[in-house]
T-cell receptor
Framework: AQKITQTQPGMFVQEKEAVTLDCTYD???????LFWYKQPSSGEMIFLIY??????QNATEGRYSLNFQKARKSANLVISASQLGDSAMYFC??????????????FGKGTLLTVNP | GAVVSQHPSWVICKSGTSVKIECRSL??????MFWYRQFPKQSLMLMAT?????????EQGVEKDKFLINHASLTLSTLTVTSAHPEDSSFYIC????????????FGPGTRLTVT
C-alpha cells in the first residue's frame, strides 16, 4: 500500500529565509508522481510542484524546489525567500495507478508552516 | 486554464435532510472527477472516483448509499449527502482530471457542510 509521511506537524521560519518541508513515501510502484500542494486558511488546494518518478532532475517552480532522492524515497519541498503569504498548510501527495486509466492521490497529514515577520 | 468550481461554497442543513454539492470543470472536459473529505486539521481523504457516464468507485469504508455521486457529463459531477447527520459535517473538495495519467488533477475551492 502507498503511504506518505510528513513528520513535521508545524514549522516556523523567518521571513526571507529558506525552509525545507519533509516528505517520505512508500510504494512498490515503479511509476508514480509526487506533488506538493498548499492549502491556506480559505481551504482551496493550490498546486505547487510535481516530480515524476523517472525525472532525473529535481523539479523547480519559482521559489519552490523539490529535493527528490529516489533511493531514500524522499521528496522534500524547499521554499526559498519565505514570504508572509507562504503561511499555510502544506501537503505532500503521491499519485498511484488504481486500475484502468484511473490514478489516485494519496496525501500526507500535512505541515503547518508559519512565516514570522 | 483548468478551473474547477464548486457550489455551494458553504451550506447548513438540518439533520435528516439531503444536500447536493456540484463540481464543475469550467474550461476543460474532465474525464475523471474525485471527491475528497477533510475534517478540521486533518488531511484529505479520497471518498470516490467517478468517470463520466459510469458508476463511481468508492473507497473502502465510504457508504455509497449515503454519498451518491453522479457524473452525468464531462463538466459536471455531483455529490449528494443523503439523510445527513452532524457527523457528516466536513469540508468536501472535488478535483478533476482532463487526461488519464499521473499528473493532471485540479481542485475546486471546497464546500463546507454543517449539519445541525
Amino acid at each position: 500500500a502507498q503511504k506518505i509521511t510528513q513528520t513535521q506537524p508545524g514549522m516556523f521560519v523567518q521571513e526571507k529565509e529558506a525552509v525545507t518541508l519533509d516528505c517520505t513515501y512508500d510504494t512498490s510502484d515503479q511509476s508514480y508522481g509526487l506533488f506538493w500542494y498548499k492549502q491556506p486558511s480559505s481551504g482551496e488546494m493550490i498546486f505547487l510542484i510535481y516530480q515524476g518518478s523517472y525525472d532525473e532532475q529535481n523539479a523547480t517552480e519559482g521559489r519552490y524546489s523539490l529535493n527528490f532522492q529516489k533511493a531514500r524515497k524522499s521528496a522534500n519541498l524547499v521554499i526559498s525567500a519565505s514570504q508572509l503569504g507562504d503561511s499555510a498548510m502544506y501537503f505532500c501527495a503521491m499519485s498511484r495507478h488504481s486500475g484502468g486509466s484511473n490514478y489516485k492521490l494519496t496525501f500526507g497529514k500535512g505541515t503547518l508552516l508559519t512565516v514570522n515577520p | 486554464g483548468a478551473v474547477v468550481s464548486q457550489h455551494p461554497s458553504w451550506v447548513i442543513c438540518k439533520s435528516g435532510t439531503s444536500v447536493k454539492i456540484e463540481c464543475r470543470s469550467l474550461d476543460f472536459q474532465a474525464t475523471t472527477m474525485f471527491w475528497y473529505r477533510q475534517f478540521p486539521k486533518q488531511s484529505l481523504m479520497l471518498m470516490a472516483t467517478s468517470n463520466e457516464g459510469s458508476k463511481a468507485t468508492y473507497e473502502q469504508g465510504v457508504e455509497k448509499d449515503k454519498f451518491l455521486i453522479n457524473h452525468a457529463s464531462l463538466t459536471l459531477s455531483t455529490l449528494t449527502v443523503t439523510s445527513a447527520h452532524p457527523e457528516d459535517s466536513s469540508f468536501y473538495i472535488c478535483s478533476a482530471s482532463r487526461l488519464a495519467g499521473l499528473y493532471e488533477q485540479y481542485f475546486g475551492p471546497g464546500t463546507r457542510l454543517t449539519v445541525t
